[in-house]
């Protein structure tokens, strides 16, 4: 069993930064394969990143490519999303996810979730 916290978000302007935090229970997460997932009202949740288990391969989707950054640290198990030039449309619950694959997953079938945390960009 993983049990995920996130922290960081918060309320900024667009152009500002945040960085998000996903802080790990367990004592195997450095093998898992993490994944940033976001959910706006209304909208379905759609993966924004995601990180193999050595840091060594990443992904990103299309709308955050160039101002997200996904690293890890599986010494502190921990994984964090570096967002800046942050927009209005980055507006969403912010989920981290991890999957024991080592490849990276970019589907939403990851079996342990963390409780989201909530980032709102103003115009």
């Known amino acids: 069993q993983v049990q995920l916290v996130e922290s960081g978000g918060g309320l900024v302007q667009a152009g500002d930064s945040l960085r998000l935090s ?7 997460f450095f093998a898992y ?3 940033w997932f976001r959910q706006a009202p209304g909208e379905e949740r759609e993966i924004v990143a995601a990180i193999n288990w050595t840091g060594t391969n990443t992904y ?18 921990t994984v ?9 449309e980055d507006t969403a619950v912010y989920y981290c996810a991890a999957h024991p ?22 115009s």
């Open 80 to 88: 964090y999303l570096q967002m800046n030039s942050l927009k209005p």
């Open 60 to 77: 990103y989707a299309d709308s955050v490519k160039g101002r997200f950054t996904i690293s890890r640290d599986n010494a502190k198990n």
């Open 22 to 28: 996903c802080a790990a229970s367990a004592r195997t």
């Open 101 to 122: 694959a080592t490849a990276l997953r970019r589907t939403t079938d990851y079996p342990y979730w963390g409780q989201g945390t909530q980032v709102t960009v103003s």
């Open 33 to 35: 394969t993490v994944g």
